[in-house]
T-cell receptor, first 108, second 116 residues
Framework: RKEVEQDPGPFNVPEGATVAFNCTYS??????FFWYRQDCRKEPKLLMS???SGNEDGRFTAQLNRASQYISLLIRDSKLSDSATYLC?????????FGTGTSLTVIP | GAVVSQHPSRVICKSGTSVKIECRSL??????MFWYRQFPKQSLMLMAT?????????EQGVEKDKFLINHASLTLSTLTVTSAHPEDSSFYIC????????????FGDGTRLSIL
């Protein structure tokens, strides 16, 4: 079983839509959680850390459910520039584990 | 925010050449740096964890004599692909994190390596 699992998509949504991604992790001792965004042929960039109480940054909201061992990312009012691959990353035992990424395309 | 610089961004060279890639943390000290490779439409694959002042820890299946890692200072790690062959062509990305617990890693710009 993979440490981190994500639905690879692709998600194709119209501009202005709300879209949500989920990610599950297997290690109950996982300490920290992050969402990264990766554009085609570019390096991943940190989008946001995910805190136990949930956190919001503009149109982006991240949630953590430790009991069910999943994290989520909600994007409201999607923009064309949100098109990218979104990577779920989990830190456990001082090692980072990556999901395979979820591909999002926002359509005009 | 934290910045990680990676150089060069693009390398095209003949088979048999050794290629050196540098990864620098610009505004923080990185006791640990990570080296990844990524093939098209695939996820990042961790190759090795580079620890300042000690030997790198390689992932299973990664040849340490093929991919030489040196982490001589708290701001610089290098990856040398020795005697590169076409199958080594890939996108190589480094990342670094500072010593604070639970902090994310920050990625360099990546190096696109093409071996002819």
């Amino acid at each position: 079983r993979k440490e981190v699992e994500q639905d690879p998509g692709p998600f194709n949504v119209p501009e202005g839509a709300t879209v949500a991604f989920n990610c599950t992790y297997s290690n109950s001792a996982s300490q920290s959680f992050f969402w990264y965004r990766q554009d085609c042929r570019k390096e991943p960039k940190l989008l946001m850390s995910v805190y136990s109480s949930g956190n919001e940054d503009g149109r982006f909201t991240a949630q953590l459910n430790r009991a069910s061992q999943y994290i989520s990312l909600l994007i409201r009012d999607s923009k064309l520039s949100d098109s990218a691959t979104y990577l779920c990353v989990v830190l456990a035992w001082n090692q980072f584990y990556f999901g395979t990424g979820t591909s999002l395309t926002v359509i005009p | 925010g934290a910045v990680v610089s990676q150089h060069p961004s693009r390398v095209i060279c003949k088979s048999g050449t050794s290629v050196k890639i540098e990864c620098r943390s610009l505004d923080f000290q990185a006791t640990t740096m990570f080296w990844y490779r990524q093939f098209p439409k695939q996820s990042l694959m961790l190759m090795a964890t580079s620890n300042e002042g000690s030997k790198a820890t390689y992932e299973q299946g990664v040849e340490k004599d093929k991919f030489l890692i040196n982490h001589a200072s708290l701001t610089l790690s290098t990856l040398t692909v020795t005697s590169a062959h076409p199958e080594d062509s890939s996108f190589y990305i480094c990342s670094a994190r500072d010593g604070l617990i639970n902090q994310p890693q920050h990625f360099g710009d990546g190096t696109r390596l093409s071996i002819l």
